[in-house]
């Protein structure tokens, strides 16, 4: 579990002010939105990039001791929750949009861009980033992929994982790996559909390539009542097979 030579060495990786071991820091770090689980990490480390991350991995790797991933903690599985006494790593620091690539309908960006702010930045150019799970002013694009996450949106636009051409993860060691690419089809075996959705467990999402998805024409809200609930669900039905 976290020691003092180790803190100091994850201070030396990411600088003095991202290394939380105070109790009441840490308090606001010990569970997800579900609330019902907790544990107070050892450590809480906020790296700033990719290589940052490399180095805690291997810091922690050496020393055998648990590290999991953050991003917004709005998950509602317990999926961020600390490993009592280890290390959490938080990436709301790794907020940056790397590139938006218009003419190929991708951007490439940090696991801890929120997504509206992938929205906000592209909207104005006729795009967004589709996936919302009923908590985009929040959650990040990191956490997405390590839930697979739904929401209202994938009923048309699919889930997260539809919506993730590549990614850069590194492994518990520290190596760093590259999954699917940045085109529509990456040969081999389809390992980033297997990392995403996986919560985490297998590795920390560096960066990540995601699709951009043209605005809807037009947006309407309606209120309709129906006599039999049939008639609503064929109605939905009706909709969607009309495009
Ligand atoms: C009001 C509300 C409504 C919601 N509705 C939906 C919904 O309809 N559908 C749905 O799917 N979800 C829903 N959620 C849950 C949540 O918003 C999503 O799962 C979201 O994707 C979590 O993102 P986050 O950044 O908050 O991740 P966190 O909660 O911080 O973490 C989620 C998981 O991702 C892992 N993780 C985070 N970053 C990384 C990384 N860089 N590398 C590897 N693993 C990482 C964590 O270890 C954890 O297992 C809702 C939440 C709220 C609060």
Known sequence: MVHSALIE???AAV??????????????????ALMIYK??????????????????MEICHEE???????GAGTCLSGGPTPAP???LLVTTRMNRILEVDYENLLARVQPGVIN???????????FHYAPDPSSEMACTIGGNAAENAGG?????????TNHILGMTVVLSSGEVVRLGSDGEEA??????????????????????????????????????????VGDACRTVSDVIAAG
């Open 9 to 11: 060495k994850l201070r």
């Open 15 to 32: 600088g003095e002010d991202y290394v939380h071991t105070a109790h009441e820091a840490m308090r606001a770090y010990d569970h997800d």
């Open 39 to 56: 544990g107070l990490p050892g450590a809480v480390v906020l790296p700033e990039s990719a290589e940052e991350i490399c180095r805690v």
């Open 64 to 70: 055998r001791v648990p590290v999991i991933a953050r």
């Open 85 to 87: 006494g280890g290390v």
């Open 116 to 126: 509206i702010h992938l929205s906000e930045m592209t909207r104005p150019r006729g």
């Open 152 to 160: 209202a949106h994938c009923l048309k636009y699919g889930m997260t």
């Open 187 to 228: 040969p081999g075996f389809d390992l980033r559909g297997i990392f995403i959705g996986s919560e985490g467990t297998f590795a920390l999402t560096t960066e990540l390539t995601v699709r951009l998805t043209p605005n809807p024409e037009g947006v309407r809200t309606m209120l309709t009542t129906f006599a039999e």
